[in-house]
């Protein structure tokens, strides 16, 4: 059995029947797992050791050489029975085709650059589960980097994924992104910023403003960003504490410089307001976005001579890094102190007690994230988005409520209903 692109693409002079636009690998999960599978086998060989090619294929079938390549790109529509017979074609003669040649001819590779810190991270990885799904299922391959959380090494990485030809990339930028920015403007690479937003008037159009690489490059890209409400959740989890009587609440917050640290911090004096309590700065520490700061900020909020009777913590690696520190210092949860944590995780509730948290929708991330490229791609030239989504509050025992029979497998109340968007205006 040979190549097998989904169903619907490919050129027909006259369209009486329901045809399909879809690119190559963009049909059922079955047929696109099929066909990677395919593509992924040996060459095969017919005919005393000849490779098949698209001649071959077109001749098997009785169509033309530019039928089978838009069958196979998905270019153009075809009618059923016509690329029915490319199809069987294909799997008669073992056809595979060349990636490589296609791109040189269409000038895209039909991959996508994604530059993630952290990819151990369970919420990382999720992401990179959500990103790679939504790109096989538009044909897409990936090519993956880990920056580190290094802006240096963050530049050198997406220069790298750039020389592979990506047709786009997708980045979780580091807390000084200014260098990559500037790459990504002067070589107009197709860009969707995820999880971590960058200052809205970095994306704007500077054409206008005089600056140099816009002025040579007349398709300065846009770019987009998408990422999880930050602000509001974290205002919940401190309301939550609040009402069960805690009036000293402390934050170990995440990495300075980053968009979601500074919407947490945000969302944590918003909650304090509304829930008519002070903010006292000692009572917000970083834990710099990891295990080991976030022990280092726990021990030094319990040092104080009024420590916190609660916590939030605003990530899952802090979370473990804070359990320890509490654990070190004869500290008990929820007994001696409460514990809530932005960032759920799939071994939160085993956990004795389990962790209330606000879960993000991770998987969707990525998955927005590869949709929102694609369509940067299909057209460059339309206004900038950011999308955000909503999260979910998981209320389990952490924060000193008592267990329930169902607590287990109730998945809370989400925070905001439905996705934001919006245009990015300076």
């Given at each position: ?15 009486d ?15 696109t797992?099929?066909s990677?599978?395919?593509?992924a ?9 000849a ?12 169509v033309?050489?530019?039928t ?8 153009r ?140 490059s ?24 609040a ?14 410089g ?71 210092h ?58 955000r ?38």
């Amino acid at each position: 059995m040979g190549y097998r692109p989904p169903e619907g693409a490919g050129t027909a002079r006259h369209v009486d029947r329901p045809v399909d636009r879809r690119p190559a690998f963009c049909g059922s999960p079955a047929r696109t797992a099929r066909s990677l599978a395919l593509a992924a086998e040996p060459a095969r060989f017919w005919r005393g050791g000849a490779m098949a090619t698209m001649a071959d294929v077109a001749r098997r079938a009785g169509v033309s050489v530019a039928t089978v390549s838009h069958v196979l790109n998905g270019t153009r529509p075809v009618l059923p029975h016509t690329r029915e017979a490319v199809l069987d074609a294909i799997d008669a003669l073992g056809y595979t085709p060349n990636s490589l040649a296609r791109s040189l001819v269409t000038s895209r590779t039909r991959s996508i650059g994604l530059a993630v810190s952290a990819i151990s991270n369970p919420y990382f990885t999720e992401i990179l589960q959500g990103v790679e799904a939504a790109a096989l299922e538009a044909g897409y391959s990936l090519l993956i980097a880990d920056p580190h959380d290094d802006p240096a090494h963050e530049r050198k990485v997406v220069q790298l994924l750039h020389e592979r030809r990506v047709d786009g990339m997708i980045v979780a930028p580091s807390a000084d992104p200014e260098d990559l920015i500037g790459y990504l403007r002067r070589h107009a690479v197709p860009t969707v910023f995820l999880d971590r937003l960058v200052d809205a008037s970095v994306t704007e159009d500077s054409r206008s403003s005089g600056d140099a690489s816009a002025r040579l490059s007349p398709g300065v890209p846009w770019f987009d960003q998408v990422c999880a409400e930050g602000a509001a959740p974290t205002g919940r989890l401190v309301g939550h504490l609040a009402r069960l009587g805690h009036r000293r609440i402390g934050l170990i917050a995440g990495l300075p410089g980053l968009s979601t640290t500074a919407e947490r911090i945000a969302g944590f004096q918003e909650g304090l307001a509304a829930a008519g309590l002070a903010h006292d700065e000692r009572l917000v520490v970083p834990g710099n976005s990891e295990s080991g700061g976030a022990e280092r900020a726990t021990t030094a909020l319990l040092a104080l001579s009024e420590p916190p009777t609660a916590l939030v913590t605003a990530n899952n690696a802090m979370t473990i890094g804070t359990l320890r520190a509490l654990r070190r210092h004869g500290r008990s949860v929820p007994d001696d102190i409460a514990l809530c944590c932005f960032d759920d995780f799939a071994w939160a509730d085993l956990f004795s007690p389990r962790l209330t948290a606000i879960a993000q929708p991770s998987r969707e991330l990525g998955a927005q994230a590869v949709r929102m490229l694609l369509e940067r791609l299909a057209e460059p030239g339309r206004p900038p988005r950011t999308v955000r989504l909503p999260c979910t509050f998981v209320h389990r025992t952490s924060c000193g409520c008592p267990e329930e029979p169902d607590l287990a497998e109730a998945a809370g109340r989400t925070v905001s209903s439905t996705p934001s968007e919006k245009g990015i205006v300076s």
